[in-house]
C-alpha cells in the first residue's frame, strides 16, 4: 500500500507570493492533518480535514488555509508568504478523525520543504 | 491543555548499548501517547502508541515503550543500541478526555539521538 505522498518536495518562493501544496493521503484514509515544522516552534497543528470538512484548526494567521476533495486528497494554501513561513510542512493521515476521541494512528509524508526569500 | 516534554536534546548512546529516550506529560484525563522517528529529509515514522492496557507496549524496530502513570512518563527503550537508529525522536500526547474537537495531538520538541559506532 502507498504511503503519505506530498508534492512538490522542495519548493523556493520570495515574500509576498503565495503557495499551495498537496498532499495524497494513503488509500482509504480520509482524514488529512497538517503539520508545520521549524527548528525554533518544533512541530505545530496547522488544521485536519475529514470528509471534506475542517474539524480542527490551530493557532495560525488567516493566511493559512486548507481543502481535501472528494477523493481525500488535500491542498494547503499560504497567501502573502512571509520569512517566517520557511518550514517543513508535514501532512499526515489517518483512517478516522485524527481529533476527537479517535485512538487512530497518523501515518506521515515525507514534507515539504519550504523557502521563503 | 496537554503538554508533553522531552527534557534531553541530545542523547549520545554507543553502539551496542541500551538506549532510553525520556517523555513526561500532563493531560486532564487519560492519555493516548505516541512515539514517532524522523530521519534526515524524511517525515514522520510511527513507532508505537500507548492506549490502554499493558504498560509496556513493543513497537517497530525492536523499540519499545513504557507508561508510567504514577510519574506520568512514556520513556522510549531498545535493548541494543544500533548505527541506523541515530534519528530525531518525538514523543506526542493526546488527552482522551477533552472537549470533542478540540484536542490534538501535541508533540514534544524532539530528542536527537546518536549512536556511536
Known amino acids: 500500500k502507498a504511503g503519505v505522498t506530498q508534492t512538490p518536495r522542495y519548493l523556493i518562493k520570495t515574500r509576498g507570493q503565495q503557495v499551495t501544496l498537496s498532499c495524497s493521503p494513503i488509500?482509504?484514509?480520509?482524514?488529512v492533518s497538517w503539520y508545520q515544522q521549524t527548528p525554533g516552534q518544533g512541530l505545530q497543528f496547522l488544521f485536519e480535514y475529514f470528509s471534506e470538512t475542517q474539524r480542527n484548526k490551530g493557532n495560525f494567521p488567516g493566511r493559512f488555509s486548507g481543502r481535501q476533495f472528494s477523493n481525500s486528497r488535500s491542498e494547503m494554501n499560504v497567501s502573502t508568504l512571509e520569512l517566517g513561513d520557511s518550514a517543513l510542512y508535514l501532512c499526515a493521515s489517518s483512517l478516522l478523525p485524527a481529533t476527537g476521541t479517535s485512538t487512530d494512528t497518523q501515518y506521515f509524508g515525507p514534507g515539504t520543504r519550504l523557502t521563503v526569500l | 491543555a496537554q503538554s508533553v516534554a522531552q527534557p534531553e536534546d541530545q542523547v549520545n548512546v554507543a553502539e551496542g548499548n541500551p538506549l532510553t529516550v525520556k517523555c513526561t506529560y500532563s493531560v486532564s484525563g487519560n492519555p493516548y501517547l505516541f512515539w514517532y522517528v524522523q530521519y534526515p529529509n524524511r517525515g514522520l515514522q510511527f513507532l508505537l502508541k500507548?492506549?490502554?492496557?499493558?504498560?509496556l507496549v513493543k513497537g517497530s524496530y525492536g523499540f519499545e515503550a513504557e507508561f508510567n502513570k504514577s510519574q506520568t512518563s512514556f520513556h522510549l527503550k531498545k535493548p541494543s543500541a544500533l548505527v541506523s537508529d541515530s534519528a530525531l525522536y518525538f514523543c506526542a500526547v493526546r488527552d482522551m478526555i477533552s472537549n470533542f474537537g478540540n484536542e490534538k495531538l501535541t508533540f514534544g520538541t524532539g530528542t536527537r539521538l546518536t549512536i556511536i559506532p
Open positions: 488509500s482509504g484514509h480520509r482524514s
Open positions: 500507548y492506549i490502554t492496557g499493558d504498560n
